[in-house]
C-alpha cells in the first residue's frame, strides 16, 4: 500500500477497519494480499479463482456437515455394555431443565452455524464467480454470515472430542465411527475456505449501484 | 511513517463492508449499517457484557460441572476439582488443557478486556501495537474457551453404560458457557480504532509543547 495523496476520489481509498488507518487503493498482484503497515490486518487477498474455490469448499462443508451429523461419531464399550452416539446426541446431552438451553446453543454452535455459513456462502459467492448480478438478498445473507463467524465452533468441538476421549480411555474403550473421520476433514475445510474469502472483494462484487 | 487515520481525513469507514464515506454521513449506503467514526456507546457495551460474563465465571466455578456415577458412588466435580482429580490419576496435560482453557484464559481475557478498556480512557503504558496483539488475541483465543462445555456434552452422551457408569453435565455448564459468550460479546463491543486515537492525539499535544 502506498501513502496517500489528498486529490483522490473515495472509491480509490481503502480504510483499516481494525486501527482507521488510511490507504490509497492498490489492488495486490494474484498470490498476494494486502496488508495494513500499521496493525498488520488483512486488507484484500488475491488468490486466484477464490470464489470457485471456497464455493467448492463450502459445498463439500454442506455435505460434510449433515453426514456427520447422522452417523455415529464415537462408540464407548466397557464389559458387555455399549453406547454410540452422533454429534447431535453430544449437544443434547444437556437435556435436564434449564440445561436444555444449552443443548440448543450447543447445537447452534457446532452444527447449525456452521452449516449455515456454508449454505449462504454459496447463495453469495456462486453469481460472483458465474460474472452474474448478485442474487435477491445477497448481502443480507453477507451480512449474516459475516456477523456468525466467530459463533462456528466446529474446529474448537473437534479438540473437545480429544480431551474427552483421553479423559474416558481408563474407563473403557473408545472407538471412532465413520463421522468422526468426516468431522476431522470439515475442520480443515472450513478453516481454509476462510482463509481463501476476501471479505472486500465480495462487498465491492456486491455493490451494484 | 506517520499513519493519518480516517478520522482525521474527515472520512469514516463502514466497519462491516470497509467503504468509505464523508464522516458526516449516518448510514452506510452499500450495507445498511449506521456509521460512527468512533462507536459512541463502545466502551459502556464493553463493560456491561464484562460485568455480567464475570458474574457468570463465579457459579460456573463453584458448582458442578459433572456428575460421576459409577456403581458404587456418585460424585460431583468442578471445574478446578476435575483437573486436580485428573492430575491424581497422572493425566497432566489434559488436566493443563482444560486449566488453561478453563481458568487461565477466562480470567487472563477479563483482564485483558478491563486493561484495553481503560487504556484508551486514560493514558497507558503499553504501546499501541502492544495493545493491538492483546486485542488480536483476546479476539483469537477467547471462543477456545468454550472447549470445557463441549468436553462436557461428549462425555455425558458417551459415558451412558446404565449401571456401569454415566456421566451427567451439571449447572456450572450452563453458567460457564454464558461466560464464554458474554465476555465474547464484550470484546466484540470493543472498537479497536479507540486504540490508535489515543496515540494520534498525544502526539498532536506533544508538537505543541
Ligand atoms: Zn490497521
Ligand atoms: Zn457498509
Redesign the pocket.
Known sequence: MTSLRPDISLDDLIVCPTCDAVYSLDVPEEGDRAVCARCNTVLITNRRNAAFRVIALSLTVVILIIASAVFPFLRIDAVGLNNSVSILDAAFAFSEGLLSLLALVTAALIFAIPLCRAMLTIYVLAPIALQLSPRKHAKQAFRLSEALRPWSMAEIFAIGCAVALIKVADLAEVSFGPAFWMFSVLVVLVVATDNFMCRWSI?KALDTS | MSQRSAKEMGLVA?P????VWPIETDR?E????TLHSRSPKSLQRVWAWWVIGVMCYIPANILPMLTTRTLFRSEDSTIVGGAVELIHHGSVGIALIILIASVAIPVGKFFAIGFLALSVQRPSAASQHQRQILYEVVEYIGRWSMIDVFVVAILSALVQLKALASINPGPASLFFACSVIFTMLSAQSFDSRLIWDRHDQMKKSSAHV
Not at chain 2, 452499500?30 to 449499517?33: A, E, F, H, I, M
Open positions: 462487498w | 463502514c462491516r463492508c470497509t467503504k452506510c452499500r450495507c445498511g449499517k
